[in-house]
């Protein structure tokens, strides 16, 4: 089910959905070790 409908998504925006979050979720890690080493 690659499109999107009224009722579920499609799988490619479940893909990027996800995507997306990990990204973002990386990002807040790496910015913390960062605090952490004291380089901010």
Known sequence: ?????????????????WGMALLIGWQLMKFGDRIADGEH
């Open 1 to 17: 089910m690659l499109k999107d409908s009224k009722e579920r998504y499609g799988t490619l925006t479940k893909w990027l959905h």
